[in-house]
């Protein structure tokens, strides 16, 4: 009888087990991030593994739409038609974020450039946003099943940022909602199943 009961639950810690490993291994994963700053210019690198196809992880990316599903920071995002941008594909973004204290609405106008399912790069007009200078790209590489997307940033704001914490505070937030952000962009793409 003590043999049967623990036969069974070595099976089942074996299924759990195994239940868990697979889910793991569905989950995104952050590789690396790191955000510096220089000279008032934030720089940001990621690299993340998604379990989805890399047409689903760039068709979430692509759509500026879908921006505040996936960043808490991003209030209000949309695609522009080329026509509204002389004849390139816009975006525009509306992004809330706090300092300690101090909170600010910033926005983005911007141009987008695709390769589809290898990169998208995005810059800002800085004549009508909140930032001298905001440049991102996305690198898209297939990985088995799986999708690694390589994340650059550098933007310089035209806002004040409180010195000495206010540095310290936006790394962290970058950081934080980049981790955040990870599970909802993979989550999205599976969803599509493209």
Known sequence: MRSRVSSRI?????????????????????????VDRIDGIYMMRSEVRFAASVEAVYSVFADYDLST????????????DAAEEGGRPGFYIRNHGCVLFFCKSFERYGYVE???????????DPERSDFHL????????????????TYDLEFEPKFWVPPVIGPYVIKRKLRNDGDEAVDRIEAIAQELRL
């Open 10 to 34: 070595s099976r089942v810690r074996l299924a759990l087990l195994l239940v868990c490993a697979a889910m793991a291994a569905g989950a995104a994963e952050m590789r690396s991030v790191e």
């Open 114 to 124: 695709r390769e589809p399912y290898k990169i998208i790069r995005a810059s800002i």
């Open 69 to 80: 599903r996936f960043s808490g920071a991003i209030v209000e995002s949309r695609n522009l």
């Open 134 to 149: 905001s440049n991102e790209s996305w690198h898209f590489k297939r990985d088995g099943l799986g999708t690694v997307v």
